[in-house]
């Protein structure tokens, strides 16, 4: 596995055992967790992770069947569950296609399984992981793609690097001309503007020309 990907796994997993906190001085607005003081907000009378607040109103909106059998009513397991929920689903949707592999597969798929078992219906959530994994592992066509993918960024690099240098050159270039300029204008301060026609021409130049 990618270390990248072990690494999105393994913050995944700490994120979830972090939302398992007690809760203490519960006040009007926002309260105070007993890890380090993370302020918690509210969500329709539920004490949540602020951060949360807008997660759970997208998911009410688009999703209201996920809390439909959601019956929970001590405060303290409503506010980790809540969070164990956004927890899951904000890292889940930050997934690129590239980072999925089977072990991310197996691993949401438990995490849904324990969800649903909380009261959530993560139906939506399922779904989705389920289409992921058919359109990674079905087919060839996502390894083809991410295989020019890569020819195409190794082009980008070069095309990148060339241009980088292209534009020293073409400032090189100009600093020449202008050298040159300057040259020629002695040249014809000094012989004339014959000098400079013959300098830039043939050393027959104008010499039959016609008058």
Not at 127 to 132: A, D, F
Not at 169 to 184: G, N, S, V, Y
Not at 188 to 198: I, V
């Amino acid at each position: 596995m990618d270390m990248g990907v072990q690494e999105k796994h393994v913050l995944h997993a700490d994120k979830v055992r972090n939302s398992v906190y007690l809760i203490e001085g519960i006040g009007n607005d926002r309260l105070t967790s007993s890890r380090g003081g993370s302020n918690l907000g509210l969500w329709r009378g539920h004490e949540v992770n602020s951060e949360f607040v807008c997660l759970l109103n997208r998911i009410m909106n688009k999703y209201p069947e996920t809390f439909e059998s959601f019956a929970i009513k001590n405060k303290k397991f409503c506010t980790v569950m809540l969070n164990m929920l956004c927890t899951s689903v904000n890292d889940f949707i930050k997934f690129t296609m590239t980072e999925v592999d089977r072990k991310m597969i197996a691993e949401y798929r438990d995490v849904f399984a324990d969800l649903k078992i909380l009261g959530f219906d993560v139906s939506w959530l399922a779904g989705r992981l389920n289409y992921i994994e058919h359109l990674q592992f079905s087919h060839p066509l996502l390894t083809e793609l991410y295989a020019l993918d890569g020819h195409l960024n190794g082009a980008r690099s070069k095309l990148q690097y060339l241009q980088t240098h292209s534009g020293d050159t073409e400032i090189r270039l100009q600093d020449l001309q202008t050298l040159r300029d300057e040259k020629m204008q002695e040249i014809e301060k000094a012989f004339g503007t014959l000098g400079t026609k013959l300098v830039a021409g043939c050393i027959g130049d104008e010499l039959l020309s016609t008058p």
